[in-house]
């Protein structure tokens, strides 16, 4: 498939650019769009780069407000969440999911994201 590696080449490069705007001088991948996350997923490197991209945002956003996130997540859920959102909301960018469940947990909600008391945290 010859539009895979421009796809992957794309979304890379969306990586580096900042996003400016509704989210601030984002960068990484909360700055590429949600279709062209559900375009290119399925590729590990994808999928871990952004897992891990949103844990180090929950990471950063904890240590600044002193609040246990990513004690509490569950990678494989968080995945699946990120994708529903996208689905969702295929023009808006990453970090408007990581936004959406960060004030799930400022709200003090149940969110789909958060593990089962008990269970390992997967990283």
Same mark, same amino acid.
């Given at each position: 498939?010859?539009?895979?590696?421009?796809? =992957?080449?794309?979304?890379?490069?969306?990586?580096?650019?900042?996003?400016?705007?509704?989210?601030?001088? =984002?960068?990484?991948?909360?700055? !590429?769009?949600?279709?062209?996350?559900?375009?290119?997923?399925?590729?590990?490197? !994808?999928?871990?780069?952004? =897992?891990?991209?949103?844990?180090?945002?929950?990471?950063?956003?904890?240590?600044?407000?002193?609040?246990?996130?990513?004690?509490?997540?569950?990678?494989?859920?968080?995945?699946?969440? !990120?994708?529903?959102?996208?689905?969702?909301?295929?023009?808006?960018?990453?970090?408007?999911?990581?936004?959406?469940?960060?004030?799930?947990?400022?709200?003090?909600?149940?969110?789909?994201?958060?593990?089962?008391?008990?269970?390992?945290?997967?990283?």
């Amino acid at each position: 498939m010859a539009t895979k590696p421009f796809l =992957i080449a794309s979304l890379l490069a969306a990586l580096a650019v900042p996003l400016q705007g509704e989210a601030g001088g =984002i960068r990484g991948s909360g700055a !590429i769009r949600c279709a062209q996350y559900l375009e290119t997923r399925k590729d590990p490197c !994808i999928r871990d780069k952004v =897992i891990q991209w949103a844990l180090g945002y929950f990471s950063a956003y904890e240590q600044a407000h002193q609040v246990d996130l990513v004690g509490r997540i569950d990678t494989d859920a968080l995945e699946k969440r !990120i994708v529903l959102h996208c689905e969702e909301h295929p023009k808006a960018h990453l970090i408007s999911a990581v936004f959406e469940l960060q004030r799930e947990f400022e709200a003090g909600q149940d969110s789909p994201a958060k593990k089962p008391e008990g269970k390992a945290r997967k990283l």
